[in-house]
Every structure is written in C-alpha cells, then in structure tokens.
C-alpha cells in the first residue's frame, strides 16, 4: 500500500471507496494531508491549530475500524478540519481572538462529536474573521488567509479558513457555520461546494453563537455528493439544542440521483440593488 501523489485531491467519496479497498491507509491518508498543510499552509494560513498527534491517533483507530469492517461509514479515516468557532475537549478554540487564545472547552460540540463517532480524523481548527464577524477572513486576530486560487484575493469569510483548506486540499472536507453567508460566500470565491442546511437541521450545541436565531453549522466540501455525505453525518436531533428538529435523518447522498429537473429556483428582487456588479446580474 503507498499513496499515490494525487490521493489527497480526491473526493471524500473517492477516499472512502480507497480505504475500504485498503489501497492505502488512514495514517498514510492522514500524513498526506499533515505533509501538505505542513508545506502550504505557512503561505495560505488556513489553520490556527493543527493537531496533528491527535489526527494520527484517530487515523491508526480508523484502520483498525476499517480492518474490523463495523461501524464504517463514509468518513471513517478521512481526513477533515473544522472552523475553530466550534468547541473541542481539551484543544483550543479561539474563535480567531486573542481574548479566547487559551481556551480549550473540556467538551465537544455536537457535530464534532458526531463527525468523531463516524470516524472521521480531525485536523485542526481553521482561521476565520474573529467571532465569525466578517466575510473576507482578513479580521482574525492572528493572521489573514489567503486565496488558494490567487494569493492577492480574499478567501471570503468567515468561514474562509475551512473553504480554503478544502481548496488546497489540506482536508478532504471541512466544517465552517453560516449566519448571514459565511459558508456560502466563501465557498464561491473558492471553488468549492457550500451548504447551509434548513435551521434546526443540524445542532448548534458548543458552536460559539453569533446570531443564535440564524446560526447553522454545513459543510465546505469539492463536490456536491461529499456535502450530502457530511450533512447525513451531522445532521439530526439533539437533547442540547431545543431548536434543533427532531426528525429523521434521509441518505442525502442517494437523492442526488433525481437530479434537479422541475426545480424552480427564487431570486428575491431585493437582490438587484443598484451598484450590482454587471456580471453578478448576468449570472
């Protein structure tokens, strides 16, 4: 078993489909990616904290998962970094904030705990605008990131950090939260696909809120499946969150298949403001 060079620009679906097959291995997958972050990401600074003892440790316990072939899911091995606004036991989150610098919560977030009982290997926590107050992520206390696609551009925000190392392949997946766009803006000017799920859909439980009553943690992935792949794992019903919907989780992945036709999409007129760049209304 080797990894291949192109391996760590794979789809999530790609990766699982490959470590089920054992063509390579997590710790391998997860060293790529270490390899990776380690030679780019002192350019794009798409990471506050990088963990990556932790990251091998839970790559060794998804192989020995994938060996057993219980409990496997589509994330089991597959390495993913989250937005550092979202809590984590016993690891840092800062939210981007010198005022939160040292504070590592001695509890995990719903989703992260629900990404660690998939088995997915966490990363690290990505930069953003600090408190999620922004949309270019030049606004983090520390540093800026920057654009993989041209390094003179903003990555948008606040997720911009998680959008960025989905699209320097410094993760196969990311999670950022969107208030007002913060998933979605960012993901355009990245490349990559971003999702906010319905409100309630997925649990805001130890995500540090912005705007409690718009909040909604998604998905930054490279394709669409990948985010309906995400979604499913962190989707559903949570005794922490009383505004999370208590209904069943579908296999979004297997509704792609019907595709889009029928489907109407509305555009609020409010859109067209005057000042919109010519090509924003042409598209």
Request: hydrophobic share 35%; proline share 6%.
């Given at each position: 078993?080797?990894?291949?060079?192109?391996?760590?620009?794979?789809?999530?679906?790609?990766?699982?489909?490959?470590?089920?097959?054992r063509?390579?291995?997590s710790?391998?997958?997860?060293?790529?990616?270490?390899?990776?972050?380690?030679r780019?990401?002192s350019?794009?600074?798409?990471?506050?904290?990088?963990?990556?003892?932790?990251?091998?440790?839970?790559a060794?316990?998804?192989?020995?998962?994938?060996k057993r072939?219980?409990?496997?899911t589509?994330?089991?091995?597959?390495?993913?970094?989250?937005?550092?606004?979202?809590?984590?036991?016993?690891?840092?989150?800062?939210?981007?904030?010198?005022?939160?610098?040292?504070f590592?919560?001695?509890f995990?977030?719903?989703?992260?705990?629900?990404?660690?009982?998939?088995?997915?290997?966490?990363?690290?926590k990505?930069?953003?605008?600090?408190?999620?107050?922004?949309?270019?992520?030049?606004n983090?206390?520390?540093?800026?990131?920057?654009?993989?696609?041209?390094?003179?551009?903003?990555?948008?925000?606040?997720?911009?950090?998680?959008?960025a190392?989905v699209?320097?392949?410094?993760?196969a997946?990311?999670?950022?939260?969107?208030?007002?766009?913060?998933?979605?803006?960012?993901?355009?000017c990245?490349?990559?696909?971003g999702?906010?799920?319905?409100y309630?859909?997925v649990?805001?439980?130890?995500?540090?809120?912005?705007?409690?009553?718009?909040?909604?943690?998604?998905?930054?992935?490279?394709d669409?499946?990948d985010?309906?792949?995400?979604?499913s794992?962190?989707?559903?019903?949570?005794?922490?969150?009383?505004?999370s919907i208590?209904?069943?989780?579908?296999?979004?992945?297997?509704?792609?298949?019907?595709g889009?036709?029928g489907?109407?999409?509305?555009i609020?007129?409010?859109?067209?403001?005057?000042?919109?760049?010519?090509?924003?209304?042409?598209?």
């Amino acid at each position: 078993m080797s990894l291949g060079p192109y391996t760590v620009l794979k789809t999530i679906r790609e990766l699982s489909d490959g470590l089920r097959k054992r063509e390579f291995t997590s710790v391998e997958l997860t060293n790529g990616y270490l390899e990776r972050i380690e030679r780019l990401d002192s350019k794009l600074r798409a990471y506050i904290t990088v963990t990556a003892d932790d990251a091998l440790s839970r790559a060794k316990e998804a192989d020995e998962r994938l060996k057993r072939g219980a409990d496997v899911t589509p994330l089991t091995g597959v390495p993913i970094s989250i937005k550092d606004i979202f809590c984590t036991k016993g690891v840092k989150t800062t939210c981007a904030s010198k005022i939160l610098s040292n504070f590592a919560p001695p509890f995990d977030s719903t989703v992260v705990k629900k990404l660690k009982h998939a088995g997915a290997v966490l990363l690290g926590k990505n930069n953003m605008d600090e408190f999620a107050m922004g949309s270019s992520t030049e606004n983090s206390a520390f540093f800026k990131t920057l654009n993989p696609w041209d390094i003179e551009r903003v990555p948008g925000g606040s997720s911009g950090g998680s959008a960025a190392s989905v699209a320097a392949s410094m993760c196969a997946a990311s999670l950022g939260t969107d208030t007002g766009g913060s998933i979605r803006q960012p993901a355009a000017c990245c490349g990559v696909v971003g999702l906010k799920p319905t409100y309630g859909r997925v649990s805001r439980y130890g995500i540090i809120a912005f705007a409690s009553s718009l909040d909604q943690a998604g998905p930054l992935t490279k394709d669409v499946e990948d985010a309906a792949i995400v979604l499913s794992a962190i989707a559903g019903p949570d005794p922490h969150d009383s505004t999370s919907i208590n209904a069943p989780v579908p296999d979004y992945a297997a509704t792609l298949k019907a595709g889009v036709k029928g489907m109407k999409i509305g555009i609020p007129k409010e859109y067209f403001i005057e000042g919109i760049d010519p090509e924003v209304r042409a598209s």
